[in-house]
């Protein structure tokens, strides 16, 4: 008040919450996304049926596949949920255990705001807390791993995959992941890379058994020659790309040609004609047996290329274009002027194409050192094929993140069990306030073994004051849960692993995001007019303050 009378700062509308309730509020949030995934977590996982406004669902307990298709009000429930993405763009797997754990760490720190303990004291012993698990991870609970052993890899691959819909085909799946992530591994200057998004295509088509899924080494793709008269099938094709027309150019700008006498127009239309002569000339000069291009091919030139038995697939999508380039060795060539002998691909040991139900699809096939491929996956129906693509694409990332960086840590909650006994040893040498947010979190780690026995339906209070009691005794490191029956094995003897790269990146993640929302203290969401109508009809835009220094 100023000399008695108010300072309006915010906009009338502005809603405005601050302090203590908005961190409570920010939790709940969290809780909340947490507990609707908590029952997709291990093989005896439930399934979530999403119906998108326009009608379709989506069936799956692919923890990124449900949070995408959520619609959420509340600030801090999207920034969880854009946590699921990271995790997914990043490792492609933990998607669930990332958003349950990143709910639990978040529950432990409602005690903490409720005795009035300052948010920035919880922070800091989180981060120092998080930099332990990471240590502690890397140098006592992972096992380096050879990649090069096929059985051990596939152990691994089975472990991600053993909470899946695809489990029953385990063994097929597992052999197409690792078939598929290896044949695209290219080493440049020592270092790997395995681009699985751009050259691993993944090729649905309903009908026929899930067993006749298969790895293709080369490229296949739905369509068809441009001229029944040309070749189907072809061995070692000499394959040239193109990313140009095979059509006569129109003008960049409009046109206009004035025609006097009935000749010239004849002249204009051979002119076109000589265009595209020019053209299939600079082609069949290289001797192809298969032209692919991304853009039209016109039927005058269909004609020439016939005449020379030369096969023509047009409008290929660029990705597969990219994809074939790989796969047989060749150059995409943007001008037909410019073609030389060693843009022509000579990688591919078969041209051929095949009809699959009511449609055609080509099959670039028996490449000599494809560094891409197609995974073909039949299934009964659109769903299941989508379900099982999901999986795939879990299963793949495994073997991609293994490897990378070939370390494993033990499944099934081991690892997190062993962490949290490592953080309680700690947390005994911490003096002052901070030690009990540290302990806190050493209790949160144990949700991830919490839930597994939860949702097989065991007694979690008894199983894990028996696993803790094991993981107290030394060397024990790798004692887990078996999510089937909620028993306590040890995964050395159980066989379930996982990457490094996937705990650690969940590790990371869920701390940092609880830490983000925790240092929350504003929530101002503003109310924006809409055409001069009511104000206060219109939705509310959130926004959030953020405030404390960076510990």
Same mark, same amino acid.
């Given at each position: ?58 069936? @799956? ?29 990043? @490792?492609?797997?933990? @998607? ?196 692919? @291009? ?258």
């Amino acid at each position: 008040m100023a000399g008695g009378v108010p300072i309006i700062v915010l906009n009338q509308n502005t809603k405005r919450e601050s302090g203590r309730k908005v961190q409570i509020g920010n939790i709940e949030a969290g809780k909340t996304v947490a507990d609707i995934i908590r029952t997709c977590l291990g093989p005896r996982s439930m399934l979530k049926m999403l119906m998108d406004p326009m009608g379709g669902i989506v069936m @799956t307990n692919d923890g990124n596949a449900i949070l995408r298709e959520l619609n959420v009000q509340h600030p801090a429930a999207k920034s969880m949920i854009e946590v699921a993405r990271t995790q997914d763009e990043e @490792t492609g797997d933990g @998607t669930k255990s990332v958003i349950i754990l990143a709910g639990e760490v978040l529950a432990a720190a409602e005690q903490f705001i409720h005795q009035q303990m300052h948010p920035t004291i919880v922070i800091a012993a989180y981060r120092q807390a998080l930099e332990d698990i990471l240590d502690d991870l890397k140098n006592k609970v992972a096992v380096p791993v050879d990649i090069n052993n096929k059985e051990e890899m596939m152990k691994i691959v089975k472990s991600c995959l053993g909470t899946k819909f695809i489990s029953k085909w385990m063994d097929l799946a597992c052999n197409i992941a690792l078939e598929a992530t290896s044949t695209v591994q290219v080493l440049d200057n020592d270092k790997k890379e395995i681009d699985i998004k751009r050259y691993a295509k993944v090729e649905k088509i309903p009908g026929g058994l899930l067993e006749d899924s298969k790895v293709l080494k080369g490229v296949m793709f739905n369509k068809d020659i441009t001229h029944p008269k040309m070749r189907r099938r072809i061995e070692n094709p000499r394959i040239l790309l193109l990313d140009c027309n095979l059509e006569y150019k129109k003008g960049e700008s409009v046109t206009n040609i004035e025609i006097s006498k009935e000749e010239d127009f004849s002249k204009i239309l051979k002119l076109e004609e000589e265009f595209i002569e020019k053209v299939c000339k600079e082609i069949t000069a290289l001797k192809p047996d298969l032209v692919i @291009t991304e853009k039209g091919v016109s039927d005058l030139a269909q004609h020439y290329l016939v005449k020379e038995n030369i096969s023509v697939i047009r409008r290929v999508r660029k990705s597969d274009n990219n994809r074939i380039a790989r796969a047989c060795g060749a150059t995409i060539a943007n001008r037909t002027d410019e073609l030389k002998e060693e843009d022509i691909g000579t990688g591919c040991g078969l041209f051929e194409i095949q009809k699959i139900g009511d449609e055609y699809y080509t099959f670039l096939t028996e490449c000599k050192n494809p560094k891409a491929c197609t995974i073909l996956l039949r299934g009964a129906s659109k769903d299941i094929l989508n379900e099982v693509e999901r999986n795939l694409q879990d299963a793949m990332n495994v073997a991609r993140n293994v490897m990378i960086d070939p370390f494993l840590v033990p499944g099934g909650g081991a690892s997190e069990m062993a962490i949290a006994q490592a953080l309680n040893e700690r947390a005994k040498s911490i003096t002052g306030v901070h030690q009990w947010p540290y302990r806190a979190i050493s209790r949160a780690l144990e949700v991830i073994p919490r839930t597994l026995i939860q949702n097989c339906g065991a007694n979690p209070i008894r199983t894990l004051t028996a696993i803790r009691a094991k993981h107290a005794q030394a060397n024990s490191s790798t004692w887990g849960i078996d999510g089937n029956t909620g028993n306590i094995v040890d995964m050395k003897v159980f066989g379930v692993w996982e990457p490094i790269a996937v705990k650690q990146q969940v590790f990371k993640t869920a701390i940092e995001t609880a830490i983000l929302l925790l240092r929350i203290d504003d929530i101002v969401s503003g109310v924006k007019k809409q055409g001069g109508g009511d104000a206060a009809s219109a939705p509310p835009q959130g926004a959030q303050a953020s405030e404390g220094p960076e510990q």
